[in-house]
Structure formats: structure tokens, C-alpha cells
């Protein structure tokens, strides 16, 4: 019995030895979830390239800028960009300044379930906000009406959807809202938890999807791979300019375009109700938070070369996943952002 | 016989009373091993005992901004709104308290009935596989039945039972407002399904546990088979008090099932088919992606308040139980 526990000491000793000898490079992140399906093919494709390992655990953008900010990973991801209270906070505790890069665009559409109506409703920035306010409580309201002249709107209850948990989907919807209604921007304001004033609440993209395709008469906002992926029809919408876009990857990428002239040099930006004629207005960047000065150079090296790849050949992975790629002006000015990083 | 001491039955023999009066000395630990073995297995108690005190502590301090800004009124505080940084907790504690009692409402006769079937009238080849059944019902995970609550429920709900209970008890305020499907009514009885397994075992434990010779001298003396159950039922009433408690206690704690069901709207209204909300709810739906401190000490807080309640529920029901069981176990 005792030569038994000592040969089975021995072996796992030498297991665990063997466990720990392996000292690959894996970098880990945490953050946003809305990026979170190309994060994993990118991490999965970089990998068969070039053999480093990324973990990415997708807790949320809250999740991730605390986790930077507590210095536990070696990037984040977030759909809304740290506030300047956020910034100093990270240089305080982990000593160095943090950089944006937006990776990936979204556009978050309004999505309906309307007996009798199918795709192309139409919807002007009064009455969206009308809506959600809790305003406009009926489908065949005469404002709703007027700008749909062609549909025959039912006289059901309009039923609500928006997201019971916080989220980056909530941070770019709510942001649209403050722009186009004051009444909006006074009564609730943005963030990516509000106190909404009317209706149904559901847990992540998918579960306001869940609720709207349920519920007849209703209308929520989700990203437009959920609204896609579940045959949902959802709502053309007026942009600054007056026209009435549908959310394609062509008026989402307008929209950035449009916003690249005037971008910051930090590269915080909202995207929501852009100039320009094709423009969709409610899209969003989704940034990836990488240390500035990390104390791993090597890993800090590896990171941007990831991202040098991600601004290149991972962007041709964008339209297949849904997620509309971003334009070669803000890619490039990722990739100069990101050579700022101190890798030596 | 053997004479028990005042604190309750010992692990090892307190001897013979001691001539002169004073108190019996108990008998010295010789062995080492069973000196070790008994301090180890008293710190192994006192560890997990002292985790209690050690969570609520914690989350005491963890909701250190909300309780110094708020204080007390937190507790009545209607309005949540993470963006003026307004928190108060009475939409959850309400949506709590109610949808657990709905649940009690519809599962406290349905559990007695098939506790007093179990115990007294059903034959010994049904009595077996059923309450394994029954106590299956307990084993299934709470997201399962959220979502089956949202595929399968909530539109019998939505398309069945509320216009029904409009159409009949429409002039109530209870049924009153358009049929979302998502209501307190949903998340009531969806809790009242999961609570029913706890309360049928416990209370068909209990009925079990108050000896044969109750019934045999009812019977005899001429009562009839309902009679007799009465009288039993009368001598258990504690026993399924305490159960009752305990099936509450876990409405009460239920995350996923109700926040997948319930419409997470942080409102108080007087219909039940209106959407509501939950402490455990908020927690599960807010915590991940709280942007502020005081926005994350303020969901805290309401998870202190939680431990709070279960915590005392738990113990009064554990306590009203024991009571009972030990009370027939002598005889």
C-alpha cells in the first residue's frame, strides 16, 4: 500500500511538472459581448497563423473596463468608451494610459413584430423617441401613419422591448435617443442601464429578440446579427440628413466615414446620428482597451501585432459574422494608434 | 433508561452524578488521534458557520456608498435609475414578496393534496415512484424552467389563462391591463411549480412521522376517513407550517426561472398582469455590466437584504420542522 501512494505521489509530482513546464504566450481579454463572436474567430484563425492564444471572456463591457481597470487581464473590449474619470483611474492604479481601438462596427436596428407589416416600416426620430417614452401607444397612431402611408398599421397596443441587464446596445440606442429627442435626453438620458418608462424588459440581445418575436405588436432595438439571424424584419430610420436609410453594411460604414473627418485623436467617438446623406444613425463602434505601457513587452508586442492583423486580414472577416467592417481611414488610424504603444 | 442532559443528547456518555453534588466531570480524552479528530471536526463546523457572518459582513461593506447616502429609506425608495445614480429597492422587494406568495396560493393545496395522498391513501406500489416523481421535479435546474416558462408558459399564458381570468374577474384590479404573457402571474406560477416538490415532500415526511396509533384510535372510535385525516393534518400543522416556510424560502432566492418570465420591469403596479421584477432578478440582470460604484453597492444592498430575509425564513422553518419531527420521533 505505501510503495502504491508513493508511485501515484510520483506521477502526479511529474504531472504537474510537466503542466507547468509549458510556458506559451497566451494573452488574456475580457469585455464587450457584442463583439465577442468575431473576437473568436479572429483569436481562432490568428492562432492557426501564428500559434499565440488568446482568452477572451465575454462578461461584459462593464465586466471588462473593471477588470482593466483592476489590472487582471492584458486588453479589454468595451462598446463604450472610458470616461476621462476612467482614464486617470487606470493611470492611478495600473500606471499607464489606455488606448482605443475600435475593431468592428454594429448597427443597432429597430425590430418589430407587426401583424400585416412587414419590412420597411418607417420611422422618423420623433416617433421613435414617441415610442419608447411611452407617447405613442398605438401602431395605427396618425404620427406613425403619416410617414407610412403605404402600410395598413393594425390598432393593437404597441408592446415595448428593451434590455433588462446592462449593455453596450442600450449605451448607442440611448445616446441616438439624447440627440434626436430633448424630451428623451431630460426625462431618462443614456447610459447602458436606464430607467426605461415603458416596457418589458429581456436579458441580452437575444432575449429582447426572444420577446419581440413573441409578442405580437411589439418593437425592440437589437444588433442587427440578431435581428437577421432571427428572420425579424426591422425599420428603416431618418438620418440626420432627412432620408430614410435601411441598416446595410454600406450606410453603416457612411456613417463612420462621415465621422472620421471630425474624429478625436484618441479615437472616442460616438457614431450615433452621423452626417451624411446614406448614413445609418444609429451605429457604434466597438473598442478593443489595450494598455499603453504594459510591463510585459513581450507581450505588448504580440498585442500589436494582433492588432496590426485585426485592422488588415481580420477585417475580411466582418461582413460574414454581420458586423460591418470598418473604413480604410479608421483603419489606418488604428494602426497608427496602435504603433504609439511602447513595445521596447 | 438513559437520562438525557439539559443541552441534548451527547456524542459521548456523561457519566453517573457525583456523590458530594457537584457537576459530573466528563471523562478525560486519553488518545491523541481522537483528540485531533474531535477539534478538527469542530473547526470544520465552526468554519462553515462563520461563513454566514463572514458573507453578510461582507456585503455590508460592500454596500457601504448606498447604505451612507441612502440609509434606511432605500428601503422605500420606488425609483431605480443607474443615470441620475437613484436607487431604491421597493419595486424588487415587492415583486419578491408577491410572486412568491402567489406561488404559495397556488402550490400550498396542490402540495397538501399530494402530501395527504402519499402518506395516507395512496397503496404502497403507487406510493413509491410518485414521490420519487415528485422529488424529481425539485432536481430540474431553474434555467430549464425559465425556459421552458418562455416557450411554452408564458404564451399558454398569454393566449389561454389571461384573457379567461380578464373575461371573468376583469373588474378586479388584480386582472386588469393588456396580457403581455410576462407578468407577476407568469413568475408566480412558475415558482409555484418549483416550490410544490419541497413543500409535498417535507409535509408527506411529516404526516408519515405522527404515528400509526393516532389514526388506528380515530378510526376506532368511529371518525371517518376524512375526519381522521383532519385530526392528522391538525397534529402537523407545525411540520407543514415549517415546510411551507422553507418552499417560500426558495421563491423567495429563485434567479433564473422568474427573470426569464417575470418582464423585469422595476414598477410597482396593482395588476398581476402587469411585468415586474425581483431582487434575485436585478442582481442577475445589473451586476455583470454596473458602471458605478454606487450603482454596484446599491445592487449590494439588495443582495444583503435577500441574504437577509432567506437567511431568517430558513432558520424559523428549520426550526418549526424540527420541532415537530422530534416531537413523535421518542414514541
Same mark, same amino acid.
Given at each position: 500500500?505505501?510503495?502504491?501512494?508513493?508511485?501515484?505521489?510520483?506521477?502526479?509530482?511529474?504531472?504537474?511538472?510537466?503542466?507547468?513546464?509549458?510556458?506559451?504566450?497566451?494573452?488574456?481579454?475580457?469585455?464587450?459581448?457584442?463583439?465577442?463572436?468575431?473576437?473568436?474567430?479572429?483569436?481562432?484563425?490568428?492562432?492557426?497563423?501564428?500559434?499565440i492564444e488568446f482568452n477572451y471572456q465575454s462578461i461584459g463591457s462593464g465586466g471588462g473596463i473593471k477588470q482593466v481597470t483592476e489590472g487582471t487581464v492584458d486588453f479589454g473590449a468595451s462598446d463604450a468608451f472610458l470616461s476621462d474619470q476612467q482614464l486617470s483611474d487606470i493611470k492611478e492604479k495600473q500606471g499607464s494610459e489606455v488606448l482605443h481601438i475600435p475593431t468592428v462596427m454594429g448597427a443597432v436596428v429597430v425590430t418589430y413584430n407587426v401583424s400585416g407589416v412587414g419590412k420597411g416600416l418607417r420611422l422618423s426620430q420623433d416617433v421613435l423617441a414617441g415610442i419608447f417614452l411611452g407617447e405613442i401607444t398605438k401602431w395605427n397612431d396618425p404620427k406613425i401613419a403619416s410617414i407610412n402611408s403605404g402600410m395598413n398599421l393594425p390598432?393593437?397596443?404597441?408592446?415595448?422591448?428593451?434590455?433588462?441587464?446592462?449593455?453596450?446596445?442600450?449605451?448607442?440606442?440611448?445616446?441616438?435617443?439624447?440627440?434626436v429627442s430633448k424630451a428623451w435626453a431630460d426625462k431618462v438620458g443614456k447610459g447602458t442601464s436606464v430607467n426605461w418608462p415603458v416596457g418589458l424588459g429581456g436579458k441580452g440581445n437575444e432575449g429582447v429578440a426572444g420577446l419581440v418575436k413573441q409578442s405580437e405588436g411589439s418593437i425592440g432595438y437589437v444588433e442587427l446579427a440578431y435581428a437577421v439571424q432571427n428572420g425579424l424584419p426591422y425599420a428603416d430610420l431618418r438620418n440626420k440628413a432627412g432620408e430614410y436609410v435601411e441598416p446595410t453594411f454600406?450606410?453603416?460604414?457612411?456613417?463612420?466615414?462621415?465621422?472620421?473627418?471630425?474624429?478625436?485623436?484618441?479615437?472616442?467617438?460616438?457614431?450615433?446620428?452621423?452626417?451624411?446623406k446614406t448614413s445609418y444613425p444609429i451605429c457604434g463602434f466597438t473598442w478593443l482597451l489595450i494598455y499603453k505601457d504594459m510591463k510585459d513587452k513581450a507581450k505588448a508586442k504580440e498585442i500589436q501585432n494582433f492588432v496590426k492583423w485585426a485592422m488588415t486580414d481580420g477585417q475580411t472577416y466582418a461582413k460574414d459574422l454581420y458586423y460591418a467592417p470598418l473604413p480604410k481611414t479608421v483603419a489606418s488610424l488604428c494602426v497608427k494608434k496602435i504603433e504609439t504603444m511602447d513595445v521596447k | 433508561m438513559e437520562r438525557r442532559t439539559r443541552r441534548g443528547d451527547r456524542s459521548w456518555p456523561v457519566p453517573f452524578r457525583s456523590s458530594n453534588g457537584r457537576r459530573p466531570r466528563v471523562r478525560k480524552v486519553h488518545n491523541a488521534g481522537d483528540f485531533i479528530f474531535r477539534n478538527i471536526t469542530r473547526i470544520f463546523a465552526i468554519l462553515?458557520?462563520?461563513?454566514v457572518f463572514v458573507m453578510a459582513y461582507e456585503m455590508y461593506m460592500g454596500s457601504g456608498l448606498t447604505l451612507q447616502k441612502f440609509g434606511w429609506s432605500f428601503l422605500w425608495t420606488e425609483t431605480w435609475d443607474p443615470v441620475q445614480g437613484t436607487f431604491g429597492a421597493?419595486?424588487?422587494?415587492?415583486?419578491?414578496?408577491?410572486?412568491?406568495?402567489?406561488?404559495?396560493?397556488i402550490s400550498l393545496p396542490l402540495s397538501l393534496g399530494v402530501a395527504i395522498f402519499l402518506s395516507e391513501l395512496a397503496p404502497r406500489w403507487l406510493e413509491q415512484p410518485l414521490s420519487f416523481l415528485v422529488e424529481l421535479l425539485a432536481a430540474i435546474p431553474s434555467i430549464v424552467y425559465g425556459l421552458w416558462g418562455i416557450f411554452v408558459m408564458v404564451p399558454w399564458l398569454r393566449v389561454s389563462v389571461q384573457p379567461l381570468l380578464k373575461k371573468y374577474f376583469g373588474t378586479l384590479p388584480l386582472f386588469q391591463g393588456p396580457a403581455y404573457g410576462f407578468s407577476m402571474l407568469a413568475a408566480g406560477v412558475?415558482?409555484?411549480i418549483m416550490i410544490l416538490p419541497i413543500i409535498t415532500s417535507i409535509s408527506r415526511d411529516v404526516l408519515k412521522a405522527i404515528p400509526t +396509533?393516532?389514526?388506528?384510535?380515530?378510526?376506532? #372510535? $368511529? *371518525? !371517518?376517513?376524512?375526519?381522521?385525516?383532519?385530526?392528522? +393534518?391538525?397534529?402537523?400543522?407545525?411540520?407543514? #407550517? $415549517? *415546510? !411551507?416556510?422553507?418552499?417560500?424560502?426558495?421563491a423567495i432566492g429563485e434567479t433564473m426561472a422568474v427573470t426569464m418570465?417575470?418582464?423585469?420591469?422595476?414598477?410597482?403596479?396593482?395588476?398581476?398582469?402587469?411585468?415586474?421584477?425581483?431582487?434575485?432578478?436585478?442582481?442577475?440582470?445589473?451586476?455583470?455590466?454596473?458602471?458605478?460604484?454606487?450603482?454596484?453597492?446599491?445592487?449590494?444592498?439588495?443582495?444583503?437584504?435577500?441574504?437577509?430575509?432567506?437567511?431568517?425564513l430558513n432558520i424559523l422553518a428549520r426550526l418549526i420542522v424540527w420541532s415537530t419531527t422530534r416531537r413523535f420521533a421518542a414514541t
Open positions: 500500500m505505501r510503495m502504491q501512494t508513493r508511485i501515484l505521489a510520483a506521477a502526479l509530482g511529474l504531472l504537474l511538472l510537466g503542466v507547468s513546464g509549458t510556458a506559451q504566450t497566451k494573452l488574456n481579454g475580457a469585455g464587450a459581448t457584442f463583439p465577442y463572436v468575431i473576437y473568436s474567430k479572429w483569436f481562432d484563425v490568428y492562432h492557426t497563423k501564428t500559434g390598432a393593437t397596443d404597441i408592446i415595448v422591448a428593451h434590455r433588462s441587464d446592462g449593455s453596450g446596445t442600450t449605451n448607442i440606442f440611448t445616446d441616438y435617443l439624447c440627440k454600406e450606410a453603416v460604414s457612411a456613417a463612420a466615414a462621415g465621422a472620421a473627418k471630425s474624429m478625436p485623436a484618441d479615437l472616442r467617438v460616438m457614431l450615433t446620428d452621423a452626417d451624411g | 462553515v458557520f462563520s461563513l421597493l419595486p424588487f422587494i415587492y415583486g419578491t414578496v408577491v410572486s412568491s406568495l402567489i406561488a404559495l396560493i412558475i415558482l409555484a +396509533l393516532q389514526r388506528e384510535a380515530a378510526l376506532g #372510535l $368511529g *371518525a !371517518t376517513r376524512w375526519e381522521t385525516t383532519k385530526l392528522i +393534518l391538525m397534529g402537523a400543522r407545525s411540520g407543514i #407550517l $415549517g *415546510a !411551507t416556510l422553507l418552499g417560500f424560502g426558495r418570465v417575470i418582464g423585469n420591469r422595476p414598477e410597482i403596479a396593482a395588476s398581476l398582469f402587469s411585468p415586474a421584477t425581483s431582487m434575485a432578478s436585478v442582481i442577475a440582470n445589473e451586476f455583470a455590466e454596473a458602471t458605478t460604484d454606487l450603482y454596484t453597492d446599491a445592487l449590494i444592498e439588495v443582495a444583503l437584504i435577500l441574504f437577509g430575509v432567506t437567511i431568517i
